[in-house]
């Protein structure tokens, strides 16, 4: 199984970005799927999850800011961020996990958030 994470970056105070995770390699789809970041100095802690059939949980600090979705077809995670601040500066992890299977992590990706 193997998670391809993309669109990290360097964005302005109040910038947003769009961040996307592809699972491959299984039979199964992920249920859930989540992103998750590491800021600075800091430990790994959850930002977002979503069911395949739609359930989504936020972490209280980007509620009404970031927004998770995915397309069950492609089995690929999103994670629209708005209203970015320089405290949601981190490498953002997505995480899948494969029934029967496990849980498996992707590679990270740089948010950047600085004026």
């Known amino acids: 199984v193997q998670l391809q994470a993309s669109g990290g970056g360097l964005v302005q105070p109040g910038g947003s970005l769009r961040l996307s995770c592809a699972a491959s390699g299984s039979i199964f789809s992920p249920n859930p799927m989540g992103w998750y970041r590491q800021p600075p100095g800091k430990q790994r802690e959850l930002v977002a999850t979503i069911t395949t059939g739609g359930n989504t949980n936020y972490a209280d600090s980007v509620k009404g800011r970031f927004t998770i979705s995915r397309d069950n077809a492609k089995n690929t995670v999103y994670l629209q961020m708005n209203s970015l601040k320089p405290e949601d500066t981190a490498v953002y992890y997505c995480?899948?996990?494969?029934?029967?299977?496990?849980?498996?992590w992707g590679q990270g990706t740089q948010v950047t958030v600085s004026s």
């Open positions: 995480k899948a996990n494969i029934p029967l299977t496990g849980q498996y």
